[in-house]
């Protein structure tokens, strides 16, 4: 029995390093994920103002021009998907499969929130938990020095674990309202294009 629960301790505290470098990874990720987040909220308040005006006045009559009426460059996804709905108006099958493109591409770009806002707490518990065993060990043998060092490896983890997952978090739910909001004017428009293809 001691030899499985040394063999269990040393898997443990063997996995101590690759579990910091992951933390550092995921550390080192959510600090550009919040860089290109303000640089992602800047471009989407644009576009969603030129979207909300175009949309409000959009009507059969003027529908055909709207592609023509949006910018020709654009890095924004829902205006690209937008031109390329226009090009198969008349289909409404490519226009279901750009819809379904478009939720696609935007669940990889949630993506690295989700993986941040679910790897954080576990990397962190596992950070917090793997130092605990030395640091038990040095208390039973009067050795503060060592304890005092583990406790502080087990505090670090925990709190980068944490600072990594609440930025996937809050990323997360703020991107999950902008291609929602963008989700319901593809699908306003692609009623609109079967409503003036039956009339």
């Given at each position: 029995?001691?030899?499985?629960?040394?063999?269990?301790?040393?898997?443990?505290?063997?996995?101590?390093?690759?579990?910091?470098?992951?933390?550092?990874?995921?550390?080192?990720?959510?600090?550009?994920?919040?860089?290109?987040?303000?640089?992602?909220?800047?471009?989407?308040?644009?576009?969603?103002?030129?979207?909300?005006?175009?949309?409000?006045?959009?009507?059969?009559?003027?529908?055909?021009?709207?592609?023509?009426?949006?910018?020709?460059?654009?890095?924004?996804?829902?205006?690209?998907?937008?031109?390329?709905?226009?090009?198969?108006?008349?289909?409404?099958?490519?226009?279901?499969?750009?819809?379904?493109?478009?939720?696609?591409?935007?669940?990889?770009?949630?993506?690295?929130?989700?993986?941040?806002?679910?790897?954080?707490?576990?990397l962190g518990l596992m950070g917090t938990l793997i130092p605990m065993g030395p640091a038990l060990v040095g208390l039973s043998t009067g050795d503060i020095a060592s304890m005092a060092y583990n406790m502080q490896v087990a505090f670090a983890t925990t709190v980068v674990g944490l600072f990594a997952a609440a930025i996937g978090f809050i990323t997360q739910q703020v991107k999950q309202r902008w291609?929602?909001?963008?989700?319901?004017?593809?699908?306003?428009?692609?009623?609109?294009?079967?409503?003036?293809?039956?009339?």
């Amino acid at each position: 029995m001691n030899y499985i629960t040394d063999v269990l301790y040393w898997i443990s505290t063997g996995l101590l390093v690759p579990v910091i470098v992951l933390l550092i990874a995921l550390f080192i990720r959510s600090l550009l994920l919040i860089g290109s987040f303000f640089g992602q909220y800047v471009a989407i308040r644009k576009t969603e103002a030129l979207l909300r005006k175009e949309f409000d006045q959009l009507n059969a009559s003027n529908l055909d021009q709207l592609a023509e009426r949006l910018p020709k460059k654009s890095n924004s996804l829902v205006i690209k998907s937008i031109q390329q709905i226009m090009e198969v108006k008349d289909s409404p099958a490519h226009v279901s499969r750009l819809l379904a493109d478009y939720e696609i591409m935007a669940d990889k770009d949630l993506a690295t929130s989700k993986t941040l806002s679910k790897m954080g707490p576990m990397l962190g518990l596992m950070g917090t938990l793997i130092p605990m065993g030395p640091a038990l060990v040095g208390l039973s043998t009067g050795d503060i020095a060592s304890m005092a060092y583990n406790m502080q490896v087990a505090f670090a983890t925990t709190v980068v674990g944490l600072f990594a997952a609440a930025i996937g978090f809050i990323t997360q739910q703020v991107k999950q309202r902008w291609y929602l909001q963008d989700m319901t004017n593809l699908e306003f428009l692609s009623e609109m294009l079967n409503e003036k293809k039956n009339d």
